[in-house]
C-alpha cells in the first residue's frame, strides 16, 4: 500500500500527522510529523533533512503560526529538519537535550543528528502553552538516553520509546534497558488514552501494549540466560539461536538489543563476559 506522503491527516480535533518519505526496515512507512494545535500550532518530531518534507509542514499549516518546533530525540529521522524548519519559520527548537556523543562512547549504527541544537531543553513534566492547553514533557530514556515522550489531551506522542509496528531498538552504549524498561513502567502506570508514535499506526489500547512490551523484554530475558546458561556464547551467536529466520538487515540491531539485556544482566550479577567477549552464566548466580 502507498502511504500518503506530504498530505496533512486530521487524527482528532487539534491533532494532524504528516508522514515523511524515508521508509526503512527501521522506519516502518517513514516517520510520523505531528502537528498539535488548532490556531496556532507545535511540529513534534519535524523529520529527516528532507525538502519536501519541510514544505509540506509548511503547507499544512497554511498561514497559522508555528510557536514551537519539538523533538523526542536526536536521532537522523527525527531531528535534522528542525533547522530548515525554524530557519523557514523562526519557531524555537525546543524539546530534548542534545547528545555529547563523545562522552557516551561510539556507537554502532552511528544514527545521532550531531548537528541539532535546541533552544530551549525540556525537562521532565515542564510544559509548552499552546491553545489554552498545555503539552507536556515525559522523560522516557532508553531507547535514548535523551528521550522525551509528549503528552497533550489525552494522547502521548511516544516517539520511539513505544511504537505501533515493531519493538524498539535499545543500543548500547547510549540505549540502556534498565532504563528503558523503567520507562515503560512509568508509561504503564500513566492513564494516556491514545499514543501517537513516531513510527505505525496509533496505539488505542496503550496500557494493554505496555504490558505486553514488557512481557516480551522479560521473556527475551529469560531466553538469553537460558542460552548462555546451556553454554557459553557471544553476541552473534546469542542472536542467531534467538532471532530465527531474522530479515539480514536487523540482525545489527538485534545483536545491539542482546547486549542491552547483557549488560543489564551483567549489572545484576547474572551473567559474566570472559576474554573473546564470550557470555555465561554467573558463577555466583
Not at 557471544?234 to 532471532?243: C, F, G, K, L, T
Request: net charge negative; hydrophobic share 40%; aromatic share 6%.
Amino acid at each position: 500500500m502507498d502511504a500518503p506522503y506530504s498530505l496533512a491527516e486530521t487524527l482528532e480535533p487539534g491533532i494532524a500527522r504528516l508522514l515523511a518519505r524515508n521508509p526503512s526496515a527501521f522506519t516502518y512507512f517513514g516517520t510520523q510529523t505531528y502537528l498539535v494545535g488548532e490556531d496556532e500550532l507545535l511540529v513534534i518530531d519535524p523529520g529527516p533533512d528532507l525538502p519536501e518534507h519541510v514544505d509540506a509542514i509548511i503547507a499544512a499549516a497554511a498561514g497559522r503560526p508555528i510557536i514551537a518546533i519539538c523533538c523526542t530525540h536526536t536521532h537522523r529521522d527525527h531531528s535534522p529538519a528542525s533547522r530548515a524548519l525554524k530557519a523557514a519559520t523562526g519557531a524555537p527548537i525546543i524539546g530534548c537535550a542534545p547528545l555529547a556523543l563523545d562522552s557516551i562512547g561510539p556507537r554502532a549504527d552511528a544514527s545521532f543528528d550531531r548537528d541539532y541544537v535546541p533552544d530551549r531543553v525540556l525537562a521532565d513534566g515542564e510544559v509548552i502553552a499552546i491553545d489554552g492547553g498545555q503539552l507536556a514533557a515525559v522523560a522516557t530514556p532508553g531507547h535514548t538516553s535523551n528521550h522525551l515522550c509528549f503528552a497533550y489531551g489525552g494522547a502521548l506522542f511516544t516517539g520511539d520509546h513505544v511504537m505501533g509496528w515493531s519493538t524498539t531498538v535499545v543500543v548500547p552504549p547510549d540505549g540502556d534497558m534498565a532504563a528503558y524498561m523503567a520507562s515503560l513502567e512509568l508509561l504503564r502506570q500513566r492513564q494516556d488514552r491514545v499514543y501517537y508514535p513516531a513510527h505505525g499506526p496509533a496505539v488505542t489500547k496503550p496500557a494493554q501494549l505496555v504490558r505486553g512490551m514488557m512481557g516480551h523484554r522479560m521473556q527475551r530475558e529469560r531466553q538469553i540466560l537460558k542460552l548462555v546458561g546451556a553454554r557459553p556464547r557471544d553476541i552473534p551467536a546469542i542472536v542467531a539461536d534467538a532471532y530465527p529466520g531474522l530479515d539480514p538487515r536487523l540482525i545489527p540491531a538485534a545483536g545491539g538489543s542482546v547486549h542491552a539485556h547483557l549488560l543489564d544482566l551483567q549489572r545484576r550479577g547474572l551473567v559474566e563476559m570472559s576474554e573473546g567477549e564470550i557470555w555465561s552464566r554467573s558463577r555466583s548466580a
